[in-house]
């Protein structure tokens, strides 16, 4: 169990944490959900002491981490972040390896763990074992940093985004592939996300926070049907609408005809929401629709908001 008591960070006067009190329960997934800048990565930072906080302090199962070396407490909780580091020159299981080696585990036992840990994050070990990160595409990357977060065992697994920065296919698979990973390994786990599908998606529980405070904790059932205030409430209401777009596929919200030159392009079987996540990824506002790699029509930022504001 983690606990958080009083946790504060202040940068001059401002506060990015404050007087947060916070438990993650063992063996269960809390995703600390909220506004960018409201405090989640100084949050995640000081559990790995990666930050140190200001006031208030972190219990590992009962310890004040403030006793334990940062490194040893590092070594102790794996950390996933969105771009994640790669080394270049060594290859993938080279790369999964890292801690293992630097703790001067057995060479034979890591080997048989590298594989494991591949096929459990879905890449053949066969196939991937002896490739370079370069040749990897971004979802494949960051199962490799999921595999070698795992690979020492940790009992703690602290992620900052992890799926961030992946398009949304890529990402909903490794969403996937993650929930049954932690259905199997029931590690403490912290994952901060400001994705509300995600947070209710993979959360067993789901901490809100604004502005540098917790607004509210508990299961996606409590923050939905039972939000302690009216910012809960809007937070995941703005998202009702966002769940009725990924619920209908981009061709019901196609507008017929050719499609211009240079326009990013998707699919018209894709979901609505992801289609909204690619607009906003590169900064169009009208995506290209195709059927069968054969064009078929646009569909426009309006469309999409037009829907929202009906049903909202
Ligand atoms: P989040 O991860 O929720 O987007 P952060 O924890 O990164 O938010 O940041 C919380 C707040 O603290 C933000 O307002 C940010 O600008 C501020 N902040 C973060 N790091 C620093 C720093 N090193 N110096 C000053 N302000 C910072
Ligand atoms: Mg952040």
Known sequence: MIELQGLEKRYGETYAVENLDLVFPDGQLTALLGPSGCGKTTTLRMINRLIEPTGGRVLL?????????????RRGIGYVIQQIGLFPHLNVAQNVATVP????RDRRDTARRVDELLALVGLDPETFREKKPAELS???????????????????????????????????ALQDAFRDIQQRLKKTVVMVTHDIDEALRLGDRVALMNAGRL?????????????????????LGEDATLRQLAGRPVAAFMTPGPVPSGLPTVDAALNARSALSIMLRDGTDTLGVTREGQPVGTVAWSALREHESRSA
């Open 138 to 172: 971004g979802g494949q990357a960051q199962r490799v940093g999921v595999a070698r977060a795992l690979a020492a065992d940790p009992p703690v697994l602290v992620m900052d985004e992890p799926f961030g920065a992946l398009d949304p296919l890529a990402r909903d």
């Open 101 to 104: 080696d630097l703790l001067g």
């Open 215 to 235: 607004e509210q904790v508990g299961t996606p059932d409590d923050l939905i049907h039972r939000p302690a205030s009216e910012f809960v409430r809007q937070f």
């Open 61 to 73: 199962q009962g310890q004040d981490t403030r006793e334990l070396r940062p490194e040893e407490l």
